[in-house]
């Protein structure tokens, strides 16, 4: 008893600090992600083959390799282009990158759920295609991305846990700072675990909230 509370009077500051910057990097993730998500969605949508064909590649592509190379990729690629970025940065960027190609899937699924019927309609009522697209497909195709992309930010407070590997700091990483700094193996993972959990159970709850009160 005592000597856990002893571990906790030294090490809490550790866990704090890494979930704050686990909170972060999620939150980075999510905006910048819808960013890039967004412009893929649009560039698979459109009609010109070049766009269609560059977002094709890149969502594939990055969904089919995992994030831990991404990361690491975009840690060392950087700096072999001369580029000096910290681990925050670069874990931020990778991220991003990431999460948009999963984001971009999000988003074309959103707006392909609403029937062409709704297009059909606002068209034949004389609305253009950028009309019918901006006041009739995507008010109903929010419906479904919003619940898509609060799990996204859900998802991303766990994946950047993979960012430790870069050194970058979050909670898994003040994790293993901590095992090493108290020759206790088991504990700090114990706590990260415990950490990690109430902060995706509190978001998700919230989402639901939320959820609710848009219905
Ligand atoms: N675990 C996956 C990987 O290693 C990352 C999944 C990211 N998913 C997401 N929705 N952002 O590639």
Known sequence: ?????????KYGNYFIRGAIYTLIFAALTVFF????????????????WLAKAIANVYIEFIR????????????????????????????AIAM??????????????GINSVP???TEAARSLGLHQRQAMRYVILPQAMKNIWPALGNEF????KESSVLSVIGATELMFE??????????????????AIFYFIMTFTLSRLLRLIEKRFN
């Open 154 to 157: 859900v998802t991303d407070i």
């Open 175 to 192: 994790g293993t700072v901590v095992q090493g700094a108290s020759f206790k193996p088991f504990l700090p993972l114990v706590v990260v």
């Open 96 to 109: 991003a990158i990431n999460s948009g190609a999963y984001v971009a899937e999000i988003i074309r699924g």
């Open 64 to 91: 089919g390799t995992p994030l831990l190379v991404q990361a690491f990729i975009v840690f060392f690629g950087t700096q072999i282009l001369g580029l000096d970025l910290s681990a925050f940065i670069a874990g």
């Open 33 to 48: 992600g819808t960013i890039i998500g967004t412009l893929l969605a649009l560039m698979k949508l459109s009609r010109n």
């Open 1 to 9: 008893q005592d000597q856990n509370q002893g571990f906790w009077a």
């Open 116 to 118: 062409v019927g709704q």
